[in-house]
């Protein structure tokens, strides 16, 4: 018996991995920069107690500062990822931090909190850059392993975020606001280093362009069904980057408030607290790879509810213990649902990446203004109390649809 050519299986693309291996040099040097960025973009909340003290703030001009950077970076990121969705601007990585330079240059000399204003909001533009385009670059070297990609890429952000206190309590503290200026040798660094990126971004788009571009195999959703979905992520994001502006923002100033510790010592525990969040948000990826993104948000918001319920009513020890816990389970929902929405809307890295990217810092920006003034109103502990219930938002993912059972 013959077998003829045509009933031979065809190959097919898988629907998973790329047509190429997973470029870890690229995704290195993405979440290199990404922790020089976001470690300058942390200067902003470490320095609050020197700002508040140096130019007479009150908590909601604290906020304010917060709400100014976050809403720069969340309203544009959107616009970004959309144009570039259309036009890709390989190049637009090193412009946006030549913003973050200007900004943190301008932060180091500002007189008075109208320029701090003005200063926090080209850092934000610099941000709303960076994070939908190297978003971008983390999906086109990923090989195919979008989890692991993107959270290789947030563990260098979140890294760098933990680093910023640290480096303003040794640094900072001692020398003064003028001593900001010494990390533009970091955005320095940043930039000659998404130049090398850039150029890669060029060069792999331009062989890709030469064919058609290959999204997972999906079962298609209802128009209705992918808005549900998306309104389901909104506010899951919601809760999680409003608990997290109760922390990044205010944990500072509860310390020293509840415990009587020093500045250096407060910003030393904040450090501790984002470093755990960076070490989380490498988890939520590969995890979301092997067992699905659905359960990794289920577990990473609503699972972290008990240890948010008990720190208000913790000492020292275990309010250091507690938020190392809540770090790194909370942190590892971002990943898991920026990829869950990519997977939503195939083709649209840029837009998606943006909105959520750009929602994540407006929840923030918000988050922190909202609760400098109820701080203001009824003190740093009553923050603390309030926030606790967030991540009972978590359970919400239940109506999720499953899209690894549609893969299948």
Not at 110 to 136: D, I, M
Not at 160 to 181: D, E, Y
Not at 343 to 353: A, D, Y
Request: aromatic letters at 10%.
């Amino acid at each position: 018996m013959q077998t003829r050519v045509e009933d031979l299986p065809l190959p097919t693309a898988p629907a998973v991995r790329g047509e190429h291996g997973t470029e870890y040099r690229i995704l290195g040097a993405i979440s290199f920069s990404h922790l020089l960025n976001d470690m300058i973009q942390s200067l902003i909340l470490a320095i609050y107690p020197i700002l508040k003290s140096g130019f007479d703030l009150s908590f909601a001009q604290i906020g304010t500062i917060t709400l100014t950077y976050q809403l720069t970076a969340s309203l544009l990121q959107p616009a970004v990822g959309m144009v570039t969705d259309r036009k890709p601007m390989p190049y637009s990585l090193p412009v946006g931090m030549g913003f973050t330079l200007c900004g943190l240059l301008l932060l180091a000399v500002a007189p008075n909190f109208a320029v701090l204003l003005l200063a926090a909001a080209l850092v934000g533009t610099g941000s709303s850059v960076f994070h939908p385009e190297s978003s971008r670059v983390a999906r086109m070297a990923s090989g195919g392993r979008h989890g692991l990609a993107q959270s290789l890429f947030q563990v260098g952000g979140n890294a760098g975020a933990s680093l910023g206190p640290l480096l303003a309590a040794w640094i900072i503290v001692p020398h003064g606001q003028g001593s900001i200026a010494w990390f533009s040798l970091a955005a320095l660094l940043a930039i000659a280093v998404l130049l090398q990126v850039s150029r890669w971004y060029r060069d792999h788009h331009a062989v890709r362009g030469k064919g058609k571009p290959r999204h997972a195999a999906l079962v298609p959703l209802t128009r209705g069904k992918i808005a549900w979905s998306l309104l389901i992520l909104g506010t899951l994001i919601f809760s999680k980057y409003f608990y997290l502006a109760s922390i990044s923002s205010y944990y500072t100033f509860y310390l020293i408030h509840k415990f009587g510790v020093s500045v250096p010592n407060a910003q030393t525990h904040l450090f501790v607290f984002l470093f755990a969040v960076a070490a989380g948000s490498l988890l939520g990826g590969p995890i979301g790879d092997r067992i699905g993104r659905k359960w990794v948000i289920w577990a990473s918001i609503l699972g972290v509810a008990p240890f948010t319920l008990l720190l208000p009513h913790a000492n020292l020890f275990w309010t250091g213990a507690l938020t190392v816990v809540i770090g790194l389970v909370l942190a590892s929902a971002f990943s898991a649902i920026l990829v869950y929405a990519q997977e939503l809307i195939p083709g649209r890295v840029g837009m998606i990446s943006g909105l959520f990217f750009g929602f994540a810092f407006g929840m923030g920006g918000i988050g922190a203004a909202v609760l400098g003034h109820v701080a203001d109103a009824r003190g740093i502990e009553y923050v603390y109390g309030v926030c606790a219930y967030l991540p009972l938002i978590g359970v919400i993912t239940a109506f999720l649809p499953n899209l690894e059972r549609r893969e299948a």
